[in-house]
């Protein structure tokens, strides 16, 4: 399908750029309804391994676009779009695949909370993260906060978000928030080559394992570890499995084909 505001490579590792590069590739109703569409198409892709996601330009994205939303007046209005953003991004996170941000520039106000959304992050040293919606009056409404919270913890959380601080990306990887840092211009190329390295992986043992992390974050113990074991049960079963003990023993690569 071709968008106005979205631009897409298909593959084993499919690229999702948001093309908006001269508003910074701030986020309108018109891109929120592409990226509906796009997940709607992602989600029945039986092809799909790994998804990389980027901004065009120079931005990582902006935000929200404040022109498009200043429609938006009351807080039944407000508390309407972010509902709708949110639910665009667990989407996004659901996925059953790797999803990884590319970092190509700034990630700024609710791009953090895109960028956050996915699961790993690859950002280049020119890109940082600004939580700044509080120097709009406002707060994170997609996700942001929950998603800081668990990877930070609440002092730090509470700190860069009441203080819109920048974090660089060298900070970013000391805190956890980026996986991989690479120089300016390249952080497609890393991210793609990060996307290559899980492809290789079994892709049932890839999805059971992030279905596994998704299902069990906040969850006692022993509900966690009875979760792990029955995903465990349906890979051990699996052709990928006997494929890797053969080649293990034959002393060649393993050739796997997702069954």
Not at 3 to 23: A, C, F, I
Request: charge should be neutral; aromatic fraction near 6%.
């Amino acid at each position: 399908m071709a968008w106005k505001n979205l631009t897409v490579e298909r593959g084993p590792v499919t690229l999702l750029v948001v093309n908006r590069p001269d508003q910074r590739n701030a986020i309108d109703f018109a891109t929120m309804a592409e990226l509906e569409e796009a997940l709607t198409v992602l989600e029945k892709d039986e092809s799909l391994r790994a998804l990389v996601l980027t901004g065009g330009g120079k931005t990582f994205v902006s935000g929200g676009d404040l022109k498009d939303f200043q429609i938006l007046v009351t807080a039944k209005d407000g508390k309407r779009m972010a509902e709708r953003m949110g639910t665009i991004l667990t989407r996004l996170s659901y996925l059953p695949v790797p999803v990884i941000a590319a970092l190509n520039g700034p990630a700024v106000g609710g791009g953090t909370e895109v960028a956050l959304a996915c699961d790993l992050r690859v950002a280049a040293t020119n890109a940082y993260f600004s939580f700044r919606q509080v120097t709009m009056g406002i707060m994170t409404a997609w996700g942001g906060a929950p998603r800081l919270l668990a990877l930070l913890g609440f002092s730090r959380s509470l700190y860069y978000l009441l203080t819109a601080e920048r974090i660089t990306s060298e900070q970013a990887l000391h805190l956890g928030l980026v996986q991989r840092v690479t120089p300016e211009g390249q952080a497609v190329t890393g991210a793609v080559e990060l996307a290559q390295q899980l492809v290789s992986q079994p892709p049932l043992a890839v999805r059971a394992i992030k279905r596994t992390l998704r299902q069990i974050i906040g969850v006692p113990f022993a509900a966690a570890a009875a979760v792990e074991v029955q995903e465990f049960a349906e890979v051990w079963a699996s052709a990928d499995h006997g494929e890797a003990v053969d080649a293990y023993f034959e002393k060649r690569s393993p050739i796997f084909h997702g069954r």
